[in-house]
């Protein structure tokens, strides 16, 4: 057989219970069809936030010792200078040092801040805001910082250069997969095996999506996040998705019922138009899968699609994130910026987002959002697909992280582990391959798996996982019987907490992992800011 073709799909702030195969009324049937065909591991877990996970799935490292311990600010140590390390490796690096075609279309946003709206100021391609072609990939099209209008992109990046792009019809969504489906019918010209890394900004705000897309979700969120989160809880138990049928942890404290909600038809409005995110992206993934299959490639393609993290709690306030996004589109026509009440979302002159109460409902049936350490925040299903290198399987429950999918993505092409790049010494993967898993074998994770960001922390050995909220008391659950953590153990298990604090703390000691006390000062200054938007 000949090298497999590598595809890693990565959504942007998508919810655990997002996907049909993991309970949403949100139509996916062409990832539904991935999961059929290959398999879902349903305790994938990613770093709580876009640049992070970004980094230790690229190097196989976790993010602290790829340079990326918080965001894209330099906050002065190596673990925390915001963009990729020299002693770290990127799998494009990998692969491309094994013959292997590299391309990448969507969002980088591992090279440190671009938050200017003086975009003649940007300087990719500096020391600190490597591009991804000094990063390993052979081809780029897409975006270099953390999000972009979908429809009328700021600045936009192919290969070495920026583009302008102004077309009545572009939408990101759409235009990345484009791009990337050209790449990949070049490489198989050339008889070249390929590595794709097709990096979503879908879901992420804005929210911005097609009429038609949006009107397939007319009505269905009328019925509000209380029924829509008990729905797909339902639907996840009837389907069997997980070992135990965990109960659904409670609304978040800061949601209020539905039934309190004074603006449904602008609330709802805003639910559809992210599922209608979704839904483009899922037909995007049908129609890369449909060019694979008329190539030729389909079968010896090696699909990876996961998320960055859980759904996103992020409040759009005009003052917040938007001021740092153009409030005119290229055409000239004015945006308003924000979360402006009963201004209905989705076209080209909004930049909203959905907001905590539906972000509870994205991480069904977990606890918290994006930024956190809990379930909600860290939970992503990872669908497999690779017909010639493994035969379907039952969801798999064995707990795994995005370190894990380097030494994969390796196994499975049969490249070797650089020691060495550009007079670097490399550090050594701290992952471990998940394709004995893929294929069916009993495995049983060697090492522990670490978590921290923004000062919370947490440790998942075994069935066990310590965490805690920045500034709080660590939490102790036993993920087999109480994934949704609402048992905390930590009286009753004293010695077994003790023992994985020490180890936590050993490990965050060696990452170089800062007391957010002493790195939230840095950050504010290095973004000018009095406060923390989140």
Not at 42 to 53: D, E
Not at 60 to 73: R, S, T
Not at 337 to 353: E, K
Not at 412 to 441: F, K, M, N, V
Request: charged share 20%; with cysteine.
């Amino acid at each position: 057989m000949s090298r497999p073709n590598i595809i890693l799909i990565l959504a942007d702030d998508m919810g655990f219970a997002d996907l049909g195969c993991t309970g949403s009324e949100i139509r996916t049937p062409n990832i539904d069809a991935l999961a059929k065909g290959g398999t879902l591991l349903s305790a994938m877990y990613n770093c709580a936030r876009c640049c992070p996970t970004r980094a230790s799935l690229l190097t196989g490292l976790y993010p602290h010792n790829a340079g990326i311990g918080h965001m894209g600010a330099n906050l002065g140590t190596p673990a925390y200078q915001g963009f990729l390390r020299n002693d770290s490796a990127t799998i494009a690096e990998h692969l491309r040092a094994a013959g292997y075609r590299t391309l990448m279309s969507g969002k980088w946003h591992v090279a440190g801040d671009f938050e200017s709206r003086d975009y003649d100021s940007w300087r990719p391609g500096d020391i600190e805001h490597p591009t991804p072609r000094q990063r390993g990939f052979d081809r780029f099209f897409g975006i270099m910082d953390g999000a972009t209008h979908f429809f009328s992109p700021h600045y936009m990046m192919e290969d070495d250069s920026r583009v302008e792009v102004l077309p009545d019809d572009f939408y990101f969504t759409d235009a990345i997969t484009d791009k990337a489906i050209t790449m990949i019918q070049d490489s198989v010209t050339d008889e070249t095996p390929f590595f794709l890394y097709l990096a979503h900004t879908a879901p992420h705000w804005p929210l911005h999506a097609h009429p038609e897309d949006i009107a397939r979700y007319d009505e269905i969120y009328a019925k509000g996040w209380d029924a829509i989160r008990t729905a797909r809880h339902e639907t996840m138990n009837g389907m069997g998705l997980f070992q135990t049928q965990w109960d659904i942890s409670p609304r978040d404290p800061d949601v209020h019922r539905w039934s309190e909600e004074t603006h449904t038809d602008w609330e709802a409005a805003k639910m559809a138009t992210y599922a209608a995110m979704v839904d483009r992206m899922d037909q995007s993934i049908g129609t890369l899968v449909g060019a694979l299959r008329k190539l030729g490639q389909l079968d010896n393609t090696l699909i990876l699609f996961l998320s960055d993290n859980g759904g996103c709690a992020e409040f759009m306030a005009e003052d917040g994130w938007a001021q740092f996004y153009p409030d005119v589109t290229q055409d000239g026509r004015k945006i308003t910026m924000g979360n402006v009440p009963n201004l209905t979302p989705g076209d080209a002159q909004t930049f909203q987002s959905y907001d905590k109460p539906w972000a509870n409902v994205s991480n069904a049936p977990f606890r918290l959002f994006k930024h956190y350490v809990h379930e909600g925040g860290i939970s992503t299903p990872l669908v497999a697909h690779w017909p010639n290198g493994f035969e379907p399987q039952t969801v798999r429950h064995a707990p795994c992280h995005v370190v894990d999918i380097l030494p994969t993505i390796l196994e499975a092409t049969g490249a070797p582990y650089l020691q060495e790049l550009g007079g670097h010494d490399i550090q050594p993967t701290q992952g471990e391959s998940l394709l004995s898993l893929l294929r069916g074998s009993e495995w049983d994770r060697e090492q522990p798996i670490f978590f921290e960001h923004e000062g919370n922390a947490a440790i998942r050995l075994g069935q066990f996982k310590l965490v805690r909220l920045h500034g709080q008391d660590w939490e102790l659950y036993d993920m087999e019987a109480d994934r949704t953590e609402l048992h905390n153990l930590i009286h009753g298990e004293a010695d077994r907490a003790k023992a994985m604090r020490r180890s936590y703390q050993n490990w965050a000691d060696m990452a170089g992992v800062m007391d957010w006390d002493v790195a939230l000062p840095k950050l504010l200054k290095a973004w000018n800011m009095d406060s923390a938007d989140g």
